[in-house]
């Protein structure tokens, strides 16, 4: 099956980021308010890096799948934030650890900060996407890394 790239979506991420500066200044809960905020930084991200996550990100992972699905519907609803939110920020994470002389840029350091530092997700809280931000995802990158390195024997 073709899974088509990232980048052809940049434009669904434009409308979004429209709509989710109004839902953050409409939310009802600061939560609400908080995750659109991070998601329109996140959105901005994936416009500008968009290619660069074609070459580089799996599309085929389950928050790609995801990512993708929910991006080309007309409307993100409030339940849509935090999902949408943790697809992007494993995209973003795969990206730069896959490519770290890329060097993030301020905005993606303050994202995966938010995700490392913050009071949201935890390395324990045992959730699909924890699980893969800070386990999965790094350990699956160093042994594709290693499966390219040919025996010394």
Same mark, same amino acid.
């Given at each position: 099956m073709n899974i088509p790239p990232f980048s052809p979506l940049r434009e669904h991420a434009r409308r979004h980021i429209n709509s989710l500066i109004g839902l953050r200044c409409d939310a009802a809960s600061s939560?609400?308010?908080?995750? =659109? =905020?991070?998601?329109?930084? =996140?959105?901005?991200?994936?416009?500008?890096?968009?290619?660069t996550m074609d070459i580089l990100c799996d599309p085929h992972s389950l928050f790609a799948k995801h990512?993708?699905?929910? +991006?080309?519907?007309?409307?993100?609803?409030?339940?849509?934030?935090?999902?949408? +939110?943790?697809d992007l920020l494993i995209l973003i994470r795969e990206k730069n650890l896959r490519a770290p002389a890329l060097h993030p840029c301020q905005t993606e350091r303050r994202l995966l900060n938010e995700v490392e530092e913050g009071n949201t997700w935890s390395p324990a809280d045992n959730t699909a %996407?924890?699980?893969?931000? %800070?386990?999965?995802?790094?350990?699956h990158i160093a042994k594709s890394i290693m499966d390219k390195i040919p025996p010394l024997y």
């Open positions: 939560t609400d308010g908080d995750h =659109a =905020a991070l998601l329109v930084a =996140a959105l901005a991200i994936f416009i500008e890096q968009a290619q990512f993708r699905e929910t +991006l080309t519907q007309g409307t993100l609803t409030a339940d849509d934030l935090l999902p949408v +939110l943790e %996407f924890a699980k893969h931000y %800070f386990y999965n995802l790094p350990l």
